[in-house]
């Protein structure tokens, strides 16, 4: 029974750790009068969508609180005004960048030959999504960057470990500017294709959006295979499902 005791004295308490510390980096915040730069994404051009499986491709991701443990996207969940969350889609102008915002996301560089196991994206799926009105959106270059009040790396090039300080750029773009329906940047793991983040509820509806390609197993996707296996020799991946 003492010898309980004893070990029961001994064990570490949550204030023996000290406070959290935070290990990202601190970006800058966003001011009360952004200035922006505006660029016009026409009727008619097609987007790319990789999504999952549960939700429909079309459909925006309505949001929702995260909780502690979880970094969320780098420019959503976001609230408006009211605080009321925001519905949200990212998209890309090509297979290609859809599939490196998504399926190599969060590859490290290394300068080694690693495995990549595909199984987590075993239920994701891939649609092509046509748009039926011009749509005017942030442009993220890095000139367009520094004009706004920020680098480009801090906010498209940060780690999740900084998403927080991210998405308050896009809730406030979001909030101040009320003629914008999304955000634009060149993908930093495919610098050929811009992705982009829309706006939902009160600026992009659903119908502004019609379906280009049905949506489909990204796997059994016979051209998209193609395009994965073909990103990941260039990465220096080898692919797995085990």
Partial sequence: MEQNKVKQKGEPKKEDFGSPVFLGRKIAAPGKTLRVRIE??????????????????????????????????????IRDAALDLIPTMYLASSCEAAIAESV???????????FFDLR?????????LKLERDLNVVSCRAQDCIYMGIDRDELI??????????????????????????????????????????FGGQRVMNSELSIAEPSSRLLSHKTIGQIIQKTAERLGLILTEE
């Fill in 120 to 128: 987590p994206f075993t239920k994701m799926h891939y649609i092509q």
């Fill in 157 to 198: 090039g940060s780690t999740q470990l900084e998403y927080s300080q991210t998405r308050a750029w896009s809730q406030a773009i979001y909030q101040q500017h009320h003629n914008v329906d999304g955000m634009k940047w060149y993908s930093k793991r495919d610098d050929d294709h811009f992705a982009l983040v829309l």
């Fill in 40 to 77: 016009v994404i026409p009727k008619g051009t097609v987007l790319h969508r990789c999504h999952d499986a549960q939700y429909p491709g079309d459909s925006f991701n309505p949001g929702r609180v995260l909780l502690p443990n979880e970094y969320g996207a780098r420019f959503s969940p």
């Fill in 104 to 114: 190599f996301h969060d590859v490290v560089a290394t300068g080694k030959t690693e």
